[in-house]
């Protein structure tokens, strides 16, 4: 074959498919891609599926937050226990497993979901990956606060999405089992809106800052707000130091805010009489004293 001849060959040549780290250069080393597959992150040709693609990244962001804080508890005492509410195909659970647990041979992962058919998808995929700390319980919330096969003490417990007034069951339960640590992502929190378009004549008579939530749109959005702030406050009044930011970009999630809450071993002079106040407060001046139940310290 002349040079001419070989060079029109390798023009013609289609170029190499993109590996898996061109495709997600985000992926993290170790990370197995038989889990992947099986998540339906990859095919089974190995290709990334666009449509999981934006859930993963989001996963490994959170995983950023969570890596170190399990880590710290290990360091501390050896073993962690983490709880994911609301963890639907466990995802999260999963993922911190295989890159955070299963190398340093300790801690567990427990998977609260509602729908027991994801739960039964789970604890079988465990099982082919050899996840031996990881179990999973069909469960609401509520039902997991009583649950007496649940450890007495979780450290960590995490809520990714979890709607509306699911996120503050999962304070509940994490205040309950003495957590030192709770991850939460916040969604499609309507309880307080609710409560403010019930009584926003009231308001609008009451005080000029009812003008935040007059409209309808601006109503759910500052109710949503509203709600965040207050579980802020309550994760303070019970002694957590909390930090607020945003999970990935706005333009991967509408959904974005992040709250990280650490008990604190100590009471800071008067945090937690001072935000249980200010928490009152903010009930009464946006007129939500019907919530205060939600939000009890």
Same mark, same amino acid.
């Not at 880590?71 to 709880?83: F, K, N, P, S, Y």
């Given at each position: 074959?002349?040079?001419?001849?070989?060079?029109?060959?390798?023009?013609?040549?289609? @170029?190499?498919?993109?590996?898996?780290?061109? *495709?997600? @250069?985000?992926?993290?080393?170790?990370?197995?891609?038989?889990?992947?597959?099986?998540?339906?992150?990859?095919?089974?040709?190995?290709?990334?599926? *666009?449509?999981?693609?934006?859930?993963?990244?989001?996963?490994?962001?959170?995983?950023?937050?969570?890596? @170190?804080?399990?880590? &710290?508890?290990?360091?501390?005492?050896?073993?962690?226990?983490?709880? +994911?509410?609301?963890?639907?195909?466990?995802?999260?659970?999963?993922?911190?497993?295989?890159?955070?647990?299963?190398?340093?041979?300790?801690?567990?992962?427990?998977?609260? &979901?509602?729908?027991?058919?994801?739960? =039964?998808?789970?604890?079988?995929?465990? *099982?082919?990956?050899?996840?031996?700390?990881?179990?999973?319980?069909?469960?609401?919330?509520?039902?997991?606060?009583? +649950?007496?096969?649940? @450890?007495?003490?979780?450290?960590?417990?995490?809520?990714?999405?979890?709607? !509306?007034?699911?996120? #503050? !069951?999962?304070?509940?339960?994490?205040?309950?089992?003495?957590?030192?640590?709770?991850?939460?992502?916040?969604?499609?929190?309507?309880?307080?809106?609710?409560?403010?378009?019930?009584?926003?004549?009231?308001?609008?008579?009451?005080?000029?800052?009812?003008?935040?939530?007059?409209?309808?749109?601006?109503?759910? &959005?500052?109710?949503?707000?509203?709600?965040?702030?207050?579980?802020?406050?309550?994760?303070?009044?019970?002694?957590? #130091?909390?930090?607020?930011? =945003?999970?990935?970009?706005?333009? $991967?999630?509408?959904?974005?805010?992040?709250?990280?809450?650490?008990?604190?071993?100590?009471?800071?002079?008067?945090?937690?009489?001072?935000?249980?106040?200010?928490?009152?407060?903010?009930? !009464?001046?946006?007129?939500?004293? +019907?919530? *205060? $139940?939600?939000?009890?310290?």
């Amino acid at each position: 074959m002349s040079a001419a001849s070989r060079s029109k060959a390798a023009r013609a040549k289609p @170029p190499a498919a993109p590996g898996l780290h061109q *495709q997600l @250069p985000e992926l993290r080393e170790g990370q197995s891609v038989a889990l992947l597959q099986e998540l339906h992150i990859l095919t089974r040709e190995g290709k990334l599926n *666009q449509d999981t693609r934006r859930k993963l990244k989001q996963v490994y962001h959170l995983v950023q937050f969570i890596e @170190p804080l399990l880590d &710290e508890v290990m360091r501390e005492q050896g073993e962690v226990t983490l709880a +994911d509410h609301g963890a639907g195909k466990s995802y999260l659970g999963f993922i911190l497993y295989d890159l955070v647990l299963k190398p340093r041979g300790a801690g567990r992962v427990i998977g609260v &979901e509602a729908r027991s058919e994801l739960v =039964e998808k789970s604890h079988a995929l465990a *099982q082919r990956l050899g996840f031996e700390r990881m179990r999973f319980l069909a469960a609401t919330v509520q039902q997991a606060m009583d +649950d007496a096969a649940l @450890p007495e003490r979780i450290d960590v417990v995490t809520a990714l999405h979890a709607c !509306d007034t699911a996120t #503050d !069951d999962a304070i509940d339960f994490g205040l309950a089992r003495q957590a030192r640590h709770m991850v939460l992502v916040p969604c499609c929190q309507a309880e307080a809106a609710g409560v403010m378009r019930q009584h926003k004549a009231l308001s609008l008579k009451r005080t000029p800052l009812a003008e935040l939530w007059r409209h309808p749109l601006h109503t759910r &959005e500052f109710g949503s707000q509203i709600t965040n702030v207050l579980r802020c406050l309550r994760l303070q009044a019970h002694g957590y #130091d909390v930090t607020v930011t =945003e999970l990935v970009g706005w333009e $991967h999630s509408m959904k974005n805010e992040l709250i990280l809450a650490r008990r604190m071993a100590d009471d800071r002079p008067g945090q937690r009489e001072n935000a249980r106040q200010r928490l009152l407060q903010v009930l !009464d001046a946006f007129g939500l004293q +019907d919530l *205060q $139940h939600r939000f009890a310290v």
